[in-house]
């Protein structure tokens, strides 16, 4: 089978729906044809100041929400990032192949940098580590949001840099970024993606929000000047997100629901778009809770992903130290 890895960071107690709809369930379809890997990224969740007791209940919510949303540990590698070291090692050889040039040309880094007081220097290294995460497992492909396509393609940078210098060692991954998904925006404000990190918890739909609140927030979504419910990101970015979001929780192609609503009000969508929200995510919330309930089950479920990372991720990294001539 091809091979695909990917992370979502442990910064909040729940995963919010662009991370749903542009990785998750993507993970969970690729978990059929793929050997997946799949991890929670708690040592990029230290970039930003955290808080360890947050970080621990954040991993194990972040693991559950996985399994929640369809990931099967039996076809799937769920694993936490800090319990394969191999990460961490490779990292180091990795940010002395990246040069400060490209570290600090990240949009990432500049937009969290700005945002911080202090700046740590891991908020430089994380694409090194990033590339890190990848490249251990040799993967073909790597689903991600649009917002890490440019940390992706540095990782295939770094990977050729490191072939052609050592010779044949890393596979140089795809992107796998769906063009219709890998951004979901802010409902209140949707120039902007949807993110953990908002001013406004209005404009971001958590997983494990509950009926009422996930009504309200779509009920409130800002839409757009005009009345008809049309798909045009430009003229219409609201009603093109409501869209977007419909037709990933139903697997219907937007044409078809644009059909359904014409001659119908934007307050008919969000009617509607709410209620099948709740019904799609309902079942999330409450198989989380569920998973939550029996933490020794989960840790083992993770225990038994790490030794798996660990057997793959310790074979690249031996090749690797040997290459740049550690003894
Ligand atoms: N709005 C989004 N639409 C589609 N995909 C998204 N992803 C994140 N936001 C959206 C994808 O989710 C995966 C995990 O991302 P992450 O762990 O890096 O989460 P994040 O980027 O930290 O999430 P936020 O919300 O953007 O947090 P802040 O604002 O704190 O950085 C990735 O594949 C990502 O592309």
Redesign the pocket.
Known sequence: LPRTV????A?SDSL?L??F???LQQFVAHQESHDAFYFI?NM?AITVEQDPTDLRERTLRTAAQFIAAGLDPEKSTIFVQSQVPAHPQLSWVLECTTSMGEASRMT?FKD?SAKQEHVSLGLLTYPALMAADILLYNPQMV??????RQHLELTRNLAERFNYRFGETFVVPEAQILKA?????DLQNPGA?????LPSPQGRIDLLDDAKSLTKKIKSAVTDDGKEIAYDPQAKPGVSNLLTIYSSLTSRPVDDIVADYEGKMYGHLKVDLAEIAVESLAPVRERTEELLQDRAQLQAILDAGAAKANEIAEVTLRDVYDKVGFV
Do not use: C, F, L
């Open positions: 990917s992370g979502i960071q910064t919010h662009g991370n709809i542009g990785a990224a990029h990432q969290k689903p991600v949001g649009e917002d890490q998904t890998a951004k979901i925006y993606k949807m993110s953990k990190s």
